[in-house]
């Protein structure tokens, strides 16, 4: 087994990004238009959380990580070694940093391609220098790296294939090895547990069926025991708020036991995180975050109930993080993290998501009025650093991040970047030409070619606005929503398969013929589902949150002004 420290590097800090996704193009390229524009890079941005202070209620075991062995520490996440669970998350930046107890937190690492998911998972080989971490590509590679300190590890193994999965966790030891086991959970909702190994080039053993229905949950993490029987347990939060326990058997052909309620009321979270048994009673706590970005500690009783809740930082000290490790939502990364808007003048701003359900102030980037005039489009990423870019139609070729992609896109009217269409986590292209007929452009997963393109299908000239940024449904596949001019939306859900790569529409709504720009800006509060937003006539914004499945809240006013622009996206 080879070792080595992080060296990876990440690519460039700020990523091409754009205007409208899915919107009418604008007027074709003509001689008197600028030549073809560079990526437009968004400021480089890093929240700045505060520091992690719990009120555990028991004694520090300042011992448990340091006592060699197997199952020495409950905890999954304890990177500092004084018994407490810390915290490691990617930040909006798409780097990797963790925040501990002891405050020696700092940057994770190094990665060539932000992670989509983190799941810490604890000791796995008996060796005291601590804890192994897991981290999901966007297209499907889990990768394992052991020894982890607040800052570094060590690569240990690889394994492919893990995009057949919407969500991944690590409940704790379900079989009492003591060793953390994976469940991981399917597109069409199957769970499926991996029983942990201890060997570090095959840490996992061949998964076992847990039987399907658990795509009722949009949260599904582990607590670790909250029952005091000594095996894991497993949360799932429904779409309605619910918290549901699943109490571990010790059972390998029965793991988990039937469901009971924890209660209402956990919709107000947008990522439910566990820690570890913090205060050294043997039960494990959890963390959940709000819309204002504030952290709530909840107590494991020790009968599978938690106590009620404690603020753990100030009010909207933890907004700005997209995932933390080991949070119970469907991960997301590549798709658009914020909004464009060009001004009549051709000057570009910049508005990132909050994580909080919103937009942050707006940046300039590129030059007052050096916009005017581009037929462009606001894709999902279509390389590999999981940030948005940027499509331009110039004289009828195609440049992706000022990179020509190829001539002859002069007959679409309307380009859609939605993310990855055909299952094997490349950002893919739809593009709609005059008569109607929608085709599909496999992405190579660099943003350099397209494949050959894929006959959709006819009778999509009856909308006027097409849009996409990731999933929709909750299924962790990409979905596209469509208006017609009388206001009518359907949503089409994602297949992931290229040759037909949606189910039939179904209609979601009526009267979005109010809005004279309609914007799928991707997640703005990081629960893992796309989200939308809508422009009046009068510059008035409002948001529609995705509750799953294909579902949106009623709209929320979060700004105005925005009758300045004269395109969204």
Excluded at 145 to 161: M, Q, V
Excluded at 170 to 183: E, H, K, Q
Aim: charged share 20%.
């Amino acid at each position: 087994m080879r070792s080595v420290p992080f060296t990876r590097t990440r690519l460039g800090v700020c990523t091409a990004l754009a205007l409208s996704a899915g919107m009418l193009l604008a007027v074709p390229a003509s001689a008197g238009q600028p030549g073809p524009h560079p990526a437009v890079e968004k400021p480089a941005v890093r929240s700045t959380p505060p520091p992690l202070i719990r009120p555990l209620s028991g004694a520090a075991r300042q011992s448990a990580q340091a006592t060699a062995g197997v199952g020495a520490s409950p905890q999954l996440s304890d990177f500092d070694g004084d018994g407490g669970g810390d915290l490691i998350y990617r930040d909006a930046d798409g780097k990797v940093y963790t925040a501990t107890t002891s405050g020696q937190g700092g940057r994770f690492g190094s990665f060539t391609e932000p992670p989509k998911d983190i799941i810490p998972i604890g000791n796995q080989d008996g060796n005291a220098s601590g804890p192994e971490v897991l981290t999901l590509s966007r297209q499907g590679a889990l990768t394992l790296y052991a020894d982890a300190t607040p800052t570094t590890a060590s690569y240990a193994w690889r394994g492919n294939g893990w995009n057949i999965y919407n969500k991944i966790v690590a409940p704790g030891d379900v079989n009492d090895d003591g060793r953390a086991d994976l469940v991981a959970r399917d597109l069409d909702g199957n769970l499926y547990l991996y029983y942990a190994t201890g060997n570090r080039t095959a840490p996992f053993s061949a998964r076992v069926g847990l039987g399907p229905g658990w795509n009722t949950y949009d949260q599904l993490l582990g607590i670790g025991d909250n029952n005091g029987d000594g095996w894991a347990d497993l949360l799932g939060r429904d779409t309605a708020g619910t918290l549901w326990f699943y109490a571990g058997t010790g059972d390998k052909a029965k793991p988990f036991a039937a469901r009971r309620s924890l209660g209402g009321g956990w919709g107000v979270y947008n990522q439910i995180l566990p820690v570890g048994d913090d205060d050294g009673d043997g039960n494990g706590e959890l963390i959940a975050r709000d819309l204002k970005g504030t952290l709530w500690y909840y107590t494991g009783k020790g009968d599978g109930t938690l106590a009620g809740r404690q603020q753990l930082s100030s009010t909207g000290g933890w907004t700005g993080v997209p995932q933390f490790g080991g949070a119970g939502n469907n991960p997301v990364t590549g798709t658009k993290d914020g909004v464009l808007a060009r001004t009549t003048a051709g000057t570009m701003y910049w508005y990132r998501a909050s994580t909080g359900g919103g937009l942050t102030a707006r940046s300039q980037v590129g030059t007052a009025g050096g916009w005017a005039g581009a037929a462009f489009t606001h894709l999902s990423t279509m390389d590999q650093d999981a940030s948005s870019d940027i499509a331009e139609i110039y004289r009828g070729r195609l440049l992706i991040d000022g990179v020509d992609v190829g001539g002859g896109w002069g007959v679409y009217n309307t380009i859609v970047g939605p993310g990855d269409l055909s299952g094997d986590g490349r950002g893919d292209l739809l593009a709609r030409d005059a008569s109607g007929i929608l085709y599909l452009y496999p992405g190579n997963g660099t943003g350099t070619a397209l494949g050959a393109r894929v006959r959709v299908g006819s009778g999509w000239g009856a909308y006027d606005r097409i849009v996409g940024a990731g999933d929709h449904t909750g299924d962790g596949r990409t979905d596209v929503v469509a208006r017609t001019p009388g206001g009518d939306l359907y949503l089409y859900a994602g297949t992931g398969v290229a040759g037909n790569p949606f189910k039939g529409r179904l209609k979601i709504g009526t009267g979005w013929n109010a809005y004279s720009k309609l914007v799928a800006p991707g997640d703005l509060n990081a629960d893992g589902k796309g989200d939308l937003l809508g422009i009046t006539p009068g510059g008035d914004l409002y948001r529609y949150l995705n509750t799953s499945p294909g579902r949106f809240a009623e709209r929320v006013r979060v700004g105005n002004g925005y009758g300045v622009y004269n395109s969204m996206s």
